[in-house]
Protein backbone atom coordinates (compact mmCIF):
# COMPACT_ATOMS: atom_id res chain seq x y z
CA UNK A 1 0.00 0.00 0.00
CA UNK A 2 1.75 2.90 -1.11
CA UNK A 3 0.94 6.62 0.15
CA UNK A 4 -2.57 8.00 2.70
CA UNK A 5 -5.70 6.93 0.67
CA UNK A 6 -9.26 7.30 2.43
CA UNK A 7 -9.25 3.23 1.69
CA UNK A 8 -6.31 3.76 4.21
CA UNK A 9 -7.80 5.06 6.66
CA UNK A 10 -10.67 3.02 6.68
CA UNK A 11 -9.05 -0.11 7.16
CA UNK A 12 -10.17 -1.52 10.31
CA UNK A 13 -8.33 -0.82 13.13
CA UNK A 14 -6.64 -2.93 13.89
CA UNK A 15 -5.31 -3.59 10.11
CA UNK A 16 -4.61 0.63 10.44
CA UNK A 17 -2.11 -0.48 13.16
CA UNK A 18 -0.17 -2.38 11.27
CA UNK A 19 -0.06 -0.57 8.57
CA UNK A 20 1.41 2.17 10.47
CA UNK A 21 3.87 0.19 12.81
CA UNK A 22 4.98 -1.54 9.48
CA UNK A 23 5.72 1.82 7.68
CA UNK A 24 7.31 3.44 10.14
CA UNK A 25 9.80 0.71 11.10
CA UNK A 26 10.87 0.67 7.32
CA UNK A 27 10.68 4.24 6.59
CA UNK A 28 10.19 6.95 9.56
CA UNK A 29 10.66 9.77 7.71
CA UNK A 30 8.43 8.69 4.76
CA UNK A 31 5.76 6.93 6.56
CA UNK A 32 5.41 10.19 9.27
CA UNK A 33 4.14 11.93 6.34
CA UNK A 34 1.65 9.26 5.87
CA UNK A 35 0.38 8.84 9.49
CA UNK A 36 0.59 12.84 9.90
CA UNK A 37 -2.30 13.45 6.68
CA UNK A 38 -4.41 10.05 8.27
CA UNK A 39 -4.48 12.09 11.74
CA UNK A 40 -5.58 14.92 9.47
CA UNK A 41 -8.46 13.17 8.25
CA UNK A 42 -9.55 11.34 10.92
CA UNK A 43 -9.67 14.38 12.94
CA UNK A 44 -11.72 16.18 10.34
CA UNK A 45 -14.23 12.73 10.48
CA UNK A 46 -13.83 13.40 14.29
CA UNK A 47 -12.95 9.93 15.02
CA UNK A 48 -11.07 10.94 17.97
CA UNK A 49 -10.18 7.53 19.45
CA UNK A 50 -8.86 6.28 16.45
CA UNK A 51 -6.44 9.11 15.99
CA UNK A 52 -5.24 8.66 19.91
CA UNK A 53 -4.84 5.10 19.36
CA UNK A 54 -2.58 5.51 16.41
CA UNK A 55 -0.67 8.35 18.69
CA UNK A 56 -0.22 5.97 21.35
CA UNK A 57 1.32 3.70 19.08
CA UNK A 58 3.92 6.54 17.79
CA UNK A 59 4.86 7.14 20.81
CA UNK A 60 5.31 3.71 22.28
CA UNK A 61 7.73 2.81 19.06
CA UNK A 62 9.47 6.22 18.90
CA UNK A 63 12.21 4.72 20.68
CA UNK A 64 13.08 1.55 18.50
CA UNK A 65 12.78 3.20 15.07
CA UNK A 66 16.12 3.75 13.36
CA UNK A 67 17.23 6.89 11.26
CA UNK A 68 20.43 7.45 8.93
CA UNK A 69 22.02 9.73 10.54
CA UNK A 70 21.53 11.97 14.12
CA UNK A 71 19.62 15.02 12.85
CA UNK A 72 17.06 12.80 10.66
CA UNK A 73 16.22 11.70 14.26
CA UNK A 74 16.47 14.78 16.04
CA UNK A 75 14.19 16.14 13.10
CA UNK A 76 11.62 13.51 13.59
CA UNK A 77 11.53 14.34 17.55
CA UNK A 78 10.82 17.74 16.99
CA UNK A 79 8.06 17.03 14.54
CA UNK A 80 6.48 14.54 16.83
CA UNK A 81 6.59 17.03 19.82
CA UNK A 82 4.86 20.04 17.35
CA UNK A 83 2.03 17.22 16.95
CA UNK A 84 2.18 16.24 20.28
CA UNK A 85 1.69 19.96 21.25
CA UNK A 86 -0.57 20.74 19.09
CA UNK A 87 -4.07 21.07 20.03
CA UNK A 88 -6.43 18.00 19.07
CA UNK A 89 -7.57 14.44 20.30
CA UNK A 90 -3.83 13.35 20.75
CA UNK A 91 -2.35 16.35 22.63
CA UNK A 92 -0.23 15.47 25.23
CA UNK A 93 2.19 18.33 26.88
CA UNK A 94 4.03 15.72 28.50
CA UNK A 95 5.23 13.49 25.28
CA UNK A 96 5.68 17.12 23.39
CA UNK A 97 8.46 17.97 26.17
CA UNK A 98 9.99 14.81 25.80
CA UNK A 99 10.09 14.58 22.41
CA UNK A 100 11.23 18.16 21.85
CA UNK A 101 14.05 17.60 24.47
CA UNK A 102 15.67 15.45 22.05
CA UNK A 103 15.66 17.96 19.72
CA UNK A 104 17.35 20.60 21.67
CA UNK A 105 19.77 18.37 23.03
CA UNK A 106 21.29 17.66 19.42
CA UNK A 107 20.58 21.05 18.15
CA UNK A 108 22.50 22.65 21.51
CA UNK A 109 25.15 24.29 19.86
CA UNK A 110 23.57 25.22 16.52
CA UNK A 111 23.99 28.34 15.74
CA UNK A 112 23.42 28.32 11.79
CA UNK A 113 20.76 26.30 10.74
CA UNK A 114 18.10 27.93 12.87
CA UNK A 115 16.72 24.76 14.02
CA UNK A 116 17.61 25.26 17.65
CA UNK A 117 14.88 28.18 17.38
CA UNK A 118 12.93 26.52 15.45
CA UNK A 119 12.76 24.08 18.50
CA UNK A 120 12.85 26.75 20.88
CA UNK A 121 9.74 28.45 19.00
CA UNK A 122 7.41 25.30 18.82
CA UNK A 123 7.94 24.10 22.40
CA UNK A 124 7.00 27.49 23.29
CA UNK A 125 4.10 26.99 21.04
CA UNK A 126 3.28 23.89 22.46
CA UNK A 127 3.54 25.48 26.61
CA UNK A 128 1.63 28.32 25.28
CA UNK A 129 -1.67 26.22 23.54
CA UNK A 130 -1.97 23.16 26.18
CA UNK A 131 -0.23 24.92 29.40
CA UNK A 132 -2.47 25.25 32.29
CA UNK A 133 -0.14 27.11 34.95
CA UNK A 134 1.72 30.28 35.33
CA UNK A 135 5.13 28.25 35.47
CA UNK A 136 4.46 26.84 31.79
CA UNK A 137 3.63 30.25 30.68
CA UNK A 138 6.24 31.90 32.11
CA UNK A 139 8.56 28.83 30.63
CA UNK A 140 6.38 29.66 27.03
CA UNK A 141 7.61 33.50 27.37
CA UNK A 142 11.07 32.72 28.04
CA UNK A 143 11.51 30.52 25.03
CA UNK A 144 9.97 32.53 22.64
CA UNK A 145 12.62 35.21 23.70
CA UNK A 146 15.54 32.46 23.26
CA UNK A 147 13.94 31.81 19.85
CA UNK A 148 14.56 35.57 19.10
CA UNK A 149 18.14 35.62 19.88
CA UNK A 150 18.42 33.71 16.66
CA UNK A 151 15.34 35.55 14.82
CA UNK A 152 16.73 38.79 14.57
CA UNK A 153 15.90 41.08 11.89
CA UNK A 154 17.89 40.13 9.22
CA UNK A 155 15.15 36.75 9.21
CA UNK A 156 12.21 39.03 10.11
CA UNK A 157 9.93 36.56 8.88
CA UNK A 158 10.37 33.92 11.30
CA UNK A 159 10.95 36.78 14.19
CA UNK A 160 7.42 37.88 13.10
CA UNK A 161 6.00 34.45 13.68
CA UNK A 162 7.38 34.19 17.12
CA UNK A 163 6.75 37.99 18.40
CA UNK A 164 3.45 36.83 17.37
CA UNK A 165 3.17 33.89 19.39
CA UNK A 166 5.27 35.66 22.61
CA UNK A 167 2.31 38.27 22.19
CA UNK A 168 -0.24 35.71 22.73
CA UNK A 169 1.38 33.67 25.40
CA UNK A 170 1.89 37.17 27.40
CA UNK A 171 -1.81 37.75 27.22
CA UNK A 172 -2.43 34.33 28.80
CA UNK A 173 0.33 34.67 31.35
CA UNK A 174 -1.31 37.68 32.74
CA UNK A 175 -4.62 35.55 32.98
CA UNK A 176 -2.78 33.11 35.48
CA UNK A 177 -0.47 36.26 37.39
CA UNK A 178 -3.35 39.04 38.01
CA UNK A 179 -0.79 40.72 40.47
CA UNK A 180 1.36 41.11 37.11
CA UNK A 181 -1.05 41.24 34.54
CA UNK A 182 -0.44 44.95 33.51
CA UNK A 183 3.20 44.43 32.63
CA UNK A 184 2.21 41.42 31.16
CA UNK A 185 -0.06 42.72 28.68
CA UNK A 186 1.87 45.58 27.95
CA UNK A 187 4.62 43.17 26.92
CA UNK A 188 2.10 41.47 24.68
CA UNK A 189 1.14 44.82 23.14
CA UNK A 190 4.79 45.12 22.29
CA UNK A 191 5.42 41.92 20.86
CA UNK A 192 2.38 42.21 19.09
CA UNK A 193 3.34 45.82 17.43
CA UNK A 194 6.23 44.28 16.14
CA UNK A 195 4.74 41.79 14.91
CA UNK A 196 2.11 43.85 13.14
CA UNK A 197 5.26 46.29 11.40
CA UNK A 198 6.98 43.23 10.29
CA UNK A 199 4.03 41.60 8.68
CA UNK A 200 3.37 44.69 7.06
CA UNK A 201 6.18 45.78 5.66
CA UNK A 202 6.54 41.93 3.92
CA UNK A 203 3.39 42.18 2.33
CA UNK A 204 1.47 39.65 4.71
CA UNK A 205 -1.39 40.95 4.63
CA UNK A 206 -3.80 37.86 6.42
CA UNK A 207 -1.19 37.72 8.87
CA UNK A 208 -0.74 41.19 9.66
CA UNK A 209 -4.82 41.44 10.30
CA UNK A 210 -3.97 38.28 12.63
CA UNK A 211 -1.51 40.21 14.65
CA UNK A 212 -3.73 43.23 14.54
CA UNK A 213 -6.85 41.60 16.36
CA UNK A 214 -4.61 40.27 18.81
CA UNK A 215 -2.79 43.11 19.52
CA UNK A 216 -6.29 45.24 19.61
CA UNK A 217 -7.41 42.44 22.07
CA UNK A 218 -4.38 43.26 25.04
CA UNK A 219 -4.86 46.67 24.04
CA UNK A 220 -8.18 46.39 25.07
CA UNK A 221 -7.56 44.37 28.44
CA UNK A 222 -4.43 46.57 29.16
CA UNK A 223 -6.83 49.69 29.51
CA UNK A 224 -9.50 47.88 31.58
CA UNK A 225 -7.17 47.48 33.36
CA UNK A 226 -5.90 51.44 33.42
CA UNK A 227 -9.62 52.37 34.34
Known amino acids: MSGVSL ?12 YFHDALAADPVGAYRDWFRAQEELRERGEAATARTLADDLWEQL ?3 SFGAAEERARFFHNAGVFFGSPGPAADLGRAR ?26 ATALSNLGA ?7 S ?11 TAE ?3 ARGVTLHNLGVARRRLAELEPERAAEHLASSAAA ?25 LSLERLEARER
Open 63 to 65: PTL
Open 155 to 157: REI
Open 98 to 123: RAFAVALAHFADDTESGWRARAQHNL
Open 7 to 18: RTVTLALHDLRR
Open 141 to 151: VALFSAALTWR
Open 133 to 139: SAADLAE
Open 192 to 216: LREAVAIRERHGLAEGRAHSQRHLE
